[in-house]
C-alpha cells in the first residue's frame, strides 16, 4: 500500500500540466475584461429576468393589499346597530 493517494493508478497518454502559485497572477485582466464581461452579461439576462419579476411583485402587493381590504368591516353593515 505504499503508494500516495494521487498515485494510485496509473494513467497512460494522458499529460497533465501545472503551474506555480508564485507564477500566476490573481487578477489578471480583472479591469479590462471582468468588468466589461458583467456588464454584458447583466444587460443580456436583465431582460429576460426582470419582466416576470416585475410581474410576480405586482401580483403579491396586489394580492396584499386586497386581502387586506377584505379583512376590514364595512361600516354601512353596521350603521343600525346599538
Partial sequence: MGH???DLARVRHV????LSPFEQRAFPNYFSKGIPNVWR???S???KVAPPMILMYLTYTW?????EQGKKKNPADFKDDE
Fill in 15 to 18: 499529460i497533465t500540466y501545472s
Fill in 41 to 43: 452579461r447583466f444587460s
Fill in 4 to 6: 500516495h493517494f494521487g
Fill in 63 to 67: 394580492g396584499n393589499s386586497v386581502h
Fill in 45 to 47: 439576462s436583465f431582460f
